[in-house]
């Protein structure tokens, strides 16, 4: 009933949903040697990722909140984190992450596809699609980009924030032991926030920099089957 272990069972429940909308078709895909998707199950599919992708972003700075003030402010943890706030912020990580991406839905429904195309990649991830549109995209280029800068930065920002004054606090404590412990309350929380977004900036780099779709598709194995599956591991070892 700890704040953390409730925020690492929202976490572990988002890992599961996350990758249970990408790899059962693709692995009915492998088997059957069929790479065809209805347009309804594509759209479908596009949403729930985007969703369960955005809402481990914003889960991943609520932890790094929760580690702030475990660490900066521990005699008045049980205050500030009591069950209301941390089912607030639970809320309010879905509501944000669910307008997001309806936003993005119903801005991509509009748009003309020609009657069969090739989508270069395993998944229907909203960024492709964008791009195999045969009407004008410029308004959905533009509130994707807008959209990801905005609450891309926006978690990453509070992430280093809390960090930043985490190291400040650590650096105050005389003893050696007391800099352990406060290290290794976080250390697992840190180690997850660098695999989800260095695999995130991994998959950038390499659509940017290579626009073949074999390092992409990849690279997005990376992000969306070894890095969910990693974080159950690293908070057991904890």
Known sequence: HSPMYFLLCNLSLDDICFTSTTVPKMLVNIQTHS???????CIAQM???????ALDNFLLAVMAYDRFVAICHPLYYTVIMNPQLCGLLLLLCWIISAL?????????????????????????????????ACSDTFLNDLVMYFASVLLGV????????????????????????????????????????SLFYGRLLGVYLSSARNHGSQSTAVASVMYIVVTPMLNPLIYTLR
């Open 35 to 41: 790479k065809g998707i209805t347009y309804a199950d």
């Open 47 to 53: 949403f729930f990722l985007s969703l369960f992708a």
């Open 100 to 132: 997001d991406t309806l936003l993005h839905s119903l801005m991509f429904l509009p748009l003309s596809f020609c009657a069969d195309f090739k989508i270069p990649h395993f998944i229907c991830e909203i960024k492709q699609m964008i791009k195999l």
């Open 154 to 193: 926006g978690p990453l920002a509070g992430i280093l924030y809390s960090y930043s004054r985490i190291v400040s606090s650590i650096r105050a404590i005389p003893s050696a032991q007391g800099k352990y412990k406060a290290v290794s309350t976080c250390a697992s929380h840190l180690l997850v926030v």
